[in-house]
């Protein structure tokens, strides 16, 4: 039976640091970086150092050489790599994550090495992005995020004009779909809904839209709460 072709590495331009101490290989990419750095942000990897490591053929232990490096497996290149623009920051107070997308990832790096201050970073970041509310919503029901931050995108699901598509209300879940169809009839009582030509003074739609998520998604925003006041005395 024929032997498969050895995996060919390629030391990552950046992150293969020259006093780094452990070697670690994603796809075909190896990075050599410093376990205090890791040890410092992840439970994970300081679990992963406790674990005796096997010998090479060479006797090198895993992850002190190219040739036998420490492998993730089920991640990409371009994952661990957004997730070291964080650990190991370019440009002190800059980050190199500028798109959903890199946010999206850099979560999900987070939530697998169970960085909980990277995750809350994350979270923060994505919340300033252009996000549709629909993939806002269930990107954070996915990872269990702050649902204050969800106030602006239940708010527009509830006033839109269209009703809501059988593929979102997939991606929404059933509960969570039933508490916006509440919602939408809370909306369309109230005859504060974007529907019919109709243009409610701005000031009835906060204050009723606040009351609104409060009530029937259980959402009290700081944004929200600025209007509380004055949303009880329209109720």
């Given at each position: 039976m024929p032997t498969p072709p050895t995996l060919s590495y390629k030391r990552d331009e950046h992150y293969y640091i020259s006093d780094g101490n452990v070697v670690i290989a994603v796809e075909n990419v190896l990075f050599k970086l410093h376990r205090s750095r890791l040890d410092a942000y992840s439970p994970v990897f300081r679990e992963m150092w406790s674990i005796p490591t096997p010998t090479s053929e060479g006797g090198s232990e895993e992850g002190q050489s190219d040739e036998n490096p420490i492998i993730l497996h089920g991640i990409k290149a371009i994952d661990f790599t957004r997730f070291l623009w964080i650990v190991y920051p370019l440009d002190l107070g800059v980050y190199e994550a500028k798109t959903v997308e890199d946010w999206k990832s850099i979560l999900d790096q987070a939530e697998r090495w169970q960085v909980d201050s990277l995750r809350t970073l994350a979270a923060e970041q994505l919340h300033k992005l252009d996000i549709l509310p629909v993939a806002k919503i269930s990107l954070w029901n996915k990872y269990n995020l702050d649902r204050s931050m969800l106030s602006?995108?239940?708010?527009?699901?509830?006033?839109?004009?269209?009703?809501?598509?059988?593929?979102?209300?997939?991606?929404?879940?059933?509960?969570?779909?039933?508490?916006?169809?509440?919602?939408?009839?809370?909306?369309?009582?109230?005859?504060?809904?974007?529907?019919?030509?109709?243009?409610p003074p701005e000031d009835r739609i906060t204050g009723q839209l606040t009351r609104i998520v409060r009530d029937v998604f259980g959402i009290v925003s700081e944004d929200s709460s600025k209007h509380l006041l004055f949303s009880k005395s329209i109720r």
């Amino acid at each position: 039976m024929p032997t498969p072709p050895t995996l060919s590495y390629k030391r990552d331009e950046h992150y293969y640091i020259s006093d780094g101490n452990v070697v670690i290989a994603v796809e075909n990419v190896l990075f050599k970086l410093h376990r205090s750095r890791l040890d410092a942000y992840s439970p994970v990897f300081r679990e992963m150092w406790s674990i005796p490591t096997p010998t090479s053929e060479g006797g090198s232990e895993e992850g002190q050489s190219d040739e036998n490096p420490i492998i993730l497996h089920g991640i990409k290149a371009i994952d661990f790599t957004r997730f070291l623009w964080i650990v190991y920051p370019l440009d002190l107070g800059v980050y190199e994550a500028k798109t959903v997308e890199d946010w999206k990832s850099i979560l999900d790096q987070a939530e697998r090495w169970q960085v909980d201050s990277l995750r809350t970073l994350a979270a923060e970041q994505l919340h300033k992005l252009d996000i549709l509310p629909v993939a806002k919503i269930s990107l954070w029901n996915k990872y269990n995020l702050d649902r204050s931050m969800l106030s602006e995108s239940f708010r527009d699901l509830c006033v839109r004009a269209e009703s809501l598509t059988e593929e979102e209300a997939m991606d929404l879940g059933m509960a969570i779909f039933i508490k916006v169809a509440k919602g939408r009839d809370e909306v369309h009582r109230f005859g504060i809904c974007n529907c019919f030509g109709r243009h409610p003074p701005e000031d009835r739609i906060t204050g009723q839209l606040t009351r609104i998520v409060r009530d029937v998604f259980g959402i009290v925003s700081e944004d929200s709460s600025k209007h509380l006041l004055f949303s009880k005395s329209i109720r």
